[in-house]
């Protein structure tokens, strides 16, 4: 993949964990505060805790870092994938902020 494709694709994946949060704040009350700054978006849960997704051009990768520690996505063809086999980067998003926020949650379209 190019960079500019890679680009195109990590973007709109910050995109969608914005649209999420939006999302989920409208229909729950995990009252989750996304704030983005350039190619990282770092999600505060009301516990204190937080997740942060950037952006690491250099390995065309999107990292994740969580309280159950950092995970590293690349995308696949189709999707962003684990690169330890540990699945798809949304379905990991929604694992990992339901257990930081105590409820279930769901990220992605």
């Given at each position: ?5 890679y ?44 997740i ?11 990292w ?7 995970f590293?996505y ?5 999707q ?5 086999g ?8 929604s ?15």
């Amino acid at each position: 993949m190019t960079d500019p494709e890679y680009m195109d694709r990590a973007e709109a994946l910050l995109r969608e964990v914005e649209a999420s949060c939006d999302r989920i704040n409208d229909a729950t009350d995990a009252d989750i505060d996304s704030q983005r700054v350039g190619g990282m978006v770092t999600l505060s849960f009301r516990n204190g805790s937080q997740i942060i997704v950037n952006l690491q051009k250099p390995l065309q990768e999107v990292w994740l870092a969580a309280k159950a520690g950092g995970f590293h996505y690349r995308f696949d063809g189709r999707q962003w994938m684990d690169t330890k086999g540990d699945g798809e980067f949304f379905a990991s998003l929604s694992r990992h902020a339901s257990q930081q926020a105590g409820q279930a949650l769901r990220f992605g379209a």
